[in-house]
């Protein structure tokens, strides 16, 4: 078997010794290090929701765009931390700092927050993490002022994209209120 490296993961885990923190100038470094790891989605930098219209970005110039939304001190997200080391991922903003997530957005609406992405390392991956990621994602936005929290979950039985699945959003009291796009829904968590 092959030794892990100081910066993977822990294989095992308790989910009552995550901690949590948002990406921040100050906590940056471990959100490159995270994204940087092999096997991450480095390839997007978790761009897709964030820049507008669909011309293609190389994997640098979409990392430059977000360290300058963490520079300039645009919320981007939170990180999940085990032992130490960094181990996963939530995409959780106000809505206003995405693109169009849904056709039937109303951009009149504030106070919107919007979960559009998880990453959490394959060897972690079944173990609660993005539960835990979720839960936390939904403490942050109402902690940071939201009265709504839109999650955009696909279809469990969707061949991509099912760590968001859409049980787990109905679990924590999300109500389903349309769809954006084919697969995925548009979610509603009320404060």
């Known amino acids: 078997m092959p030794k892990r490296s100081n910066a993977s993961p822990p294989e095992k885990f308790d989910v009552a010794n995550i901690r949590f923190t948002e990406v921040t100038r100050a906590t940056r470094g471990n959100f490159e290090t995270l994204f ?6 480095k390839y997007c930098w978790c761009m897709a929701w964030r820049h507008p219209g669909r011309e293609h970005i190389q994997n640098d110039e979409k990392k430059h765009r ?12 939170i990180l999940a931390h085990i032992d130490g080391k960094t181990v ?6 106000p809505r206003e ?19 559009v992405c998880f990453y959490v ?19 942050h936005a109402f902690a940071k002022g939201a009265r709504i929290i839109e999650a955009y979950p696909v279809d469990e ?23 954006a796009g084919s697969r995925r829904h548009v979610m509603r968590l009320e404060h």
């Not at 039985?157 to 109500?175: H, N």
């Open 36 to 41: 940087e790891q092999p096997g991450a989605p």
């Open 66 to 77: 977000m360290m300058a939304l963490v520079d300039a001190g645009t919320p981007v997200g």
């Open 88 to 93: 996963g991922w939530c995409s959780v903003a």
């Open 97 to 115: 700092t995405y693109r169009k997530l849904s056709k039937q957005q109303d951009d009149s609406e504030t106070c919107v927050w919007s979960i």
């Open 157 to 179: 039985a969707s061949p991509s994209y099912r760590f968001m699945a859409f049980a787990t959003c109905l679990r924590r009291g999300f109500k389903e209120t349309g769809n």
């Open 121 to 139: 390392p394959r060897v972690l991956r079944g173990g609660g993490l993005a539960s835990a990621l979720l839960d936390a994602a939904i403490d």
